[in-house]
């Protein structure tokens, strides 16, 4: 299936109508609006049912990749702390789904936020629609109703004999299962290949000074995720790096 560009989409979210699970916990109504610049008309919706600490966790992650994009133009938004009584209160639902729908939000104009694969995943499972098509079938008239004929009509179709039809059964070939509706729309609209991957582009040179200046290799000292750790490990190596080649080629240019 053909990828479609980035930028081929205005996305909005909304996060909206609060209700109670069974189990006790309170789960929001996410909506993912994919609107493609080509046909305003073209709108795909993906919609999820989550929990706080679905956002918290979602949070985290993005709050995670943001930082280390080195955007200090804007705040990365809060989100309201985790709390024990009082969860249930008007007040506290709504405090914690508009401050979901401000994350949702803040990604959509930041690529490596809006294509990440943390929110593609926070949306896998969801489903998907098209509310034109929706709309649309609302007019359409059923098929008329026609007469069926008594059982015994020689125009039915007559049953196999057990046999045979256990054959006919074994005869058909298998067609794999095609993909879902959900699982093609979160490939195409949340497409986390980065533009290097996509035109082959070398890997990215030395870091400069003031990438070098801006890093804080304590940053995430204590980090409970592995994961996170060895990538902070794996950046710091590449810093340093970076900084003993600096110090040679200094050194190199000092006159003996």
């Known amino acids: 299936m053909s990828r479609q560009a980035k930028d081929d989409f205005l996305r909005h979210y909304t996060v909206s109508d609060?209700?109670?699970?069974p189990k006790g916990y309170t789960e929001?109504?996410?909506?993912?609006?994919?609107?493609?610049?080509?046909?305003?008309?073209?709108v795909k919706e993906v919609v999820v049912w989550k929990r706080y600490s679905d956002f918290r966790k979602l949070h985290g992650d993005l709050a995670y990749t943001h930082r280390n994009l080195f955007r200090r133009l804007e705040e990365f938004p809060a989100f309201p702390r985790a709390q024990v009584f009082g969860r249930?209160?008007?007040?506290?639902?709504?405090?914690?789904?508009?401050?979901?729908?401000?994350?949702?939000r803040f990604t959509v104009h930041i690529p490596a936020l809006n294509n990440s694969p943390q929110l593609k995943e926070f949306f896998r499972g969801g489903e998907v629609t098209r509310p034109s098509e929706m709309s649309r079938d609302l007019h359409i008239l059923p098929p008329p109703l026609t007469p069926t004929p008594p059982?015994?009509?020689?125009?039915?179709?007559?049953?196999l004999p057990a046999e045979r039809r256990g054959?006919?059964?074994?005869?058909?070939?298998?067609?794999?299962?095609?993909?879902?509706?959900?699982?093609?729309?979160?490939?195409?609209?949340?497409?986390?290949e980065s533009t290097e991957e996509a035109s082959g582009s070398p890997a990215r040179g030395p870091l400069t000074e003031a990438e070098l200046a801006l890093f804080d290799p304590f940053s995430k000292e204590g980090d409970p995720l592995p994961a996170r750790q060895e990538g902070v490990k794996k950046k710091a190596a590449e810093y340093l790096k970076?900084?003993?080649?600096?110090?040679?080629?200094?050194?190199s240019q000092l006159p003996p």
């Open 28 to 42: 929001y109504k996410v909506t993912a609006q994919f609107i493609s610049k080509k046909d305003p008309e073209d």
């Open 88 to 104: 249930f209160e008007a007040s506290v639902i709504e405090e914690r789904r508009k401050g979901a729908e401000d994350l949702l």
């Open 151 to 159: 059982p015994d009509d020689p125009r039915l179709p007559q049953p």
């Open 167 to 192: 054959l006919e059964e074994l005869e058909v070939p298998v067609d794999p299962p095609p993909s879902s509706p959900a699982q093609e729309a979160l490939d195409l609209l949340f497409n986390c």
């Open 18 to 21: 609060p209700r109670t699970h």
């Open 242 to 251: 970076r900084a003993e080649e600096i110090l040679r080629l200094h050194l």
